[in-house]
């Protein structure tokens, strides 16, 4: 799934662009007012593309100005999926997705979280709650639940 939570409305055609170059395919989904911000818009689609298409969609939008996104990319029998957040104060988010969908953690990272904790930098509450995107959760849970009901699109992309 891609989710646009917030955008003005001039980015939204530099956003379908972007995430069109990136499936080879035309985006053109239904842009509706997004009641948490006033001036911008919100959009979602489902898509299905090449392994790894997640990631090159968040990198072709990361850094926009006033955008606020979600994409998601489901597991396959031989890749883990991913989870890609974006807010203009946090950056990126990424996570690895199980067959599930929980994220999963990377053992290096976790050792780091629990180091830092233990020399007093931070804690390990704080730490983990970042490992797991909690920070991007709590920015887009006001644009994810003003975006009930509104209309998905499929786009579907023969690889």
């Known amino acids: ?6 955008a003005p409305s001039a980015l939204c ?10 499936l080879g395919v ?3 989904p239904d842009w509706t007012p997004q009641p948490a911000q006033a001036g911008t818009y ?4 489902s898509w299905t593309g090449k392994v790894g298409a997640a ?36 950056g ?3 996570a690895v997705m199980g067959l599930h969908g929980d994220i999963m953690i990377p053992e ?7 180091v830092r904790a233990a020399l007093g930098e931070v804690t390990l509450e704080n730490e983990i709650d970042k490992l ?3 920070p991007w959760d709590d920015e887009l849970e006001t644009f994810r639940h003003a975006g009930e009901g509104a209309p998905v699109r499929w786009l579907h992309q023969v690889v």
């Open 1 to 6: 799934m891609f989710y646009v939570h917030s």
């Open 13 to 22: 055609p530099h956003i379908e662009w972007a995430v069109g170059g990136v």
């Open 26 to 28: 035309p985006v053109n």
């Open 42 to 45: 919100r959009a979602e689609f």
């Open 55 to 90: 990631a090159e969609m968040a990198s072709a939008l990361r850094g926009w100005n006033h955008l606020r996104f979600e994409v998601t990319e489901e597991p396959t029998a031989s890749t883990e999926g991913a989870r890609f957040s974006y807010t203009p104060d946090l």
């Open 92 to 94: 990126v988010f990424h």
């Open 108 to 114: 290096d990272r976790l050792k780091a979280a629990v």
């Open 132 to 134: 797991l995107g909690k």
